[in-house]
């Protein structure tokens, strides 16, 4: 995310457009990613998304710089998308076995990883999580967070971030260790 | 608990996240150096649950997302304006909206003080106006003194005297 000014998220608060819309372009493509990976699906990001804005822009009047603003819009972020993930749960995710295709390997899969597009087999990947165990996975493998600040934004102990964060990788590795994955049919055990 | 049990469990979490302190990081990794089912598990572990997702590349946002929002703060506008203006007013008489319980119960304890301060005062007023009355009643000078020329009892009194 782009550093953006106290003096536009004073002035964006106050209702100034042109400074509203500096905090959009500041702030929009990791909203956007942040909700689209939770989420999992593009319709239902630009929804969320949609959201997160116009909370941050009716709530920004009550922002008081104790925390970063990035730590606040991820807070919103995130509690949005979950919320959202939790009520409608229409997470229209390709199968990880069709996102490896027919008779797919393991050596496929990681030729897939070293090609430009990861965007199906992360899709497929999350969709094998709860919105809760997704939504730390993409803070802490995608956006890099560590796990105070995943902590933080989650308003969540430390311990459950790391516990979230065991379980989903639990899953991820039982998802690929199924029988008919390893005799190469690409099945998924759940 | 297994020994390598408990080096899996910091494997899956802090050891690929990199939370680890100096000390434990080091037993972690002199056991990964003499354990080869442990090393497998790890290259399991960042192959197949971290690196895919360090890979992944951004979604560009969508051009109609900031269209829609600007609709919707349009809409917004007419019909909430008015009334956030007031709350907005309302909020800037509070300079710090955490130190306004510690104001109002100040503002209480003051007016509780004053209010029982001027009941003590005005019972101690009765109290001594009670007490002077009563020594009134009770002296000399008042028993016999005659209260005034109207009164027929004093008036028998002064004749038989």
């Known amino acids: 995310m782009e550093d953006i000014g106290k003096d536009i998220l004073v002035r964006a608060s106050q209702g100034d457009m042109r400074a509203f819309e500096d905090v959009y372009k500041g702030s929009s493509s990791f909203i956007y990613n942040v909700a689209f990976r939770i989420v999992n699906n593009r319709e239902d990001a630009l929804e969320v998304s949609q959201e997160v804005f116009m909370i941050i822009y009716n709530k920004l009047k009550t922002f008081r710089f104790e925390s970063s603003f990035k730590t606040w819009a991820y807070r919103i972020t995130t509690n949005t998308s979950i919320n959202y993930a939790k009520k409608y749960s229409r997470v229209k995710t390709v199968p990880f076995e069709e996102s490896l295709g027919e008779g797919a390997v393991l050596s496929e899969a990681q030729s897939r990883m070293e090609q430009e597009d990861q965007s199906q087999l992360v899709e497929s990947l999350l969709g094998e999580l709860n919105p809760d165990q997704r939504a730390c996975v993409v803070l802490r493998d995608i956006q890099g967070l560590s796990y105070e600040e995943i902590a933080r934004v989650l308003n969540i102990n430390i311990n459950t971030v790391r516990s979230r964060l065991k379980r989903s990788r639990e899953r991820l590795l039982s998802v690929k260790k199924s029988p008919a994955w390893a005799d190469g049919q690409g099945g998924v055990v759940l | ?161």
């Open chain 2, 1 to 161: 608990m297994k020994k390598c049990d408990i080096f899996k469990d910091l494997i899956l979490t802090d050891y690929i996240d990199g939370e680890l302190d100096k000390n434990n990081k080091a037993s972690i990794e002199s056991h990964l150096f003499e354990c080869d089912e442990c090393r497998a598990f790890l290259k399991e572990v960042k192959d197949k649950a971290g690196l895919p997702f360090q890979k992944v590349l951004r979604q560009p946002v969508p051009s109609e997302l900031w269209d829609a929002i600007k609709q919707n703060i349009e809409q917004e506008i007419p019909v909430t304006a008015p009334l956030d203006v007031f709350i907005d007013k309302l909020k800037g008489l509070f300079v710090f909206p955490r130190l306004v319980p510690i104001f109002a119960s100040l503002v209480l304890m003051l007016l509780v003080g004053t209010v029982t301060w001027n009941t003590m005062q005005i019972r101690q007023t009765q109290d001594k106006d009670q007490a002077e009355y009563l020594v009134s009643l009770l002296s000399p000078t008042s028993i016999l003194a005659p209260s005034g020329n109207n009164d027929p009892a004093t008036q028998i009194e002064h004749y038989f005297l």
